[in-house]
């Protein structure tokens, strides 16, 4: 590591004392790096949906427009790759919100469960349509057990992990959310059978714009920022998360919330201690 030390003496003499500036240059170097990546990666995805979208109009623009069969087919790519465009900037700006702290988000008092419930069913659909089975499996976890988090914050993490697990579990999978009680804690795990992810790239996976197969991640509808959103979202709520995986088997993306011990009736009355 290397220190660069700056020393300001106060009041014109020396002995009255210094003030001292510690700059971790290899800390600096590595954010402007991680600075540069981020442009540079944002730039070519940017640039990726909008060449398709260009190649696909001068094609109609130049002789497909008259074909019924063609003109229908590019029209529908290009509106998929508008989608894409449009859910790429949507995650830019929610990471650069996260990531520079302007918190909108109003953690309180939640009860998870429920929340939990109702964001898994909001994937029934797609899960259906690929043949995957979809479980929510409480545990022993109370109903009423509270977390200090935003609602929208809980549906981001969990709909970010759904989403997942359903894009890269093959046909006829499964995937589940199975909870438990921890020591403190309520632990939630979005685990699913599908194409797993291998042991060199799982530490990476958090990144953002990493991906392990990009050419898949983005015929798939993938930003490459899901994983990158739901660590924020996790730490802001003091949270943690992990995964394990095997390629081949599937997947096991496990979020630890710390346990708000009151209850929702004492958290929502201003006169309560708790
Ligand atoms: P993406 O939009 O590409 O899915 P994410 O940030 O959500 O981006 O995930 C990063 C990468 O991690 C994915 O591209 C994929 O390679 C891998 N990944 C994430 N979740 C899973 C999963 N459930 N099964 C297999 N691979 C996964």
Redesign the pocket.
Known sequence: RTLSVRGTPLHGSPAAGAVLVFHDVTDLRRLERMRQDFVANASHELKTPLASIKAYTETLLDWALHDEGVNRRYLERIDEQADRLNQLILDMLSLARLESGQEFYEHRPTRLLPLLADCLEGHRGRADAKGLSLAFEPGGVDAEALVVADEEAIRQIFD??LD??I???PESGSVRMACSQGEGAVIVEVV?T????PRD?QPR??ERF????KA??RE?G???????I?KHLVSSIRGQVAVA?RPGS??R?TVTIPRYPGTLHAASDPRSPA
Do not use: P, W
């Open positions: 970010n992990l997942n697990a894009k890269y579990t699913d599908g194409i797993g992810i790239d996976i958090f990493y991906r392990v197969d898949r991640s798939l993938g930003t490459g920022l899901g994983l990158a739901v995986s599937g997947s993306f």
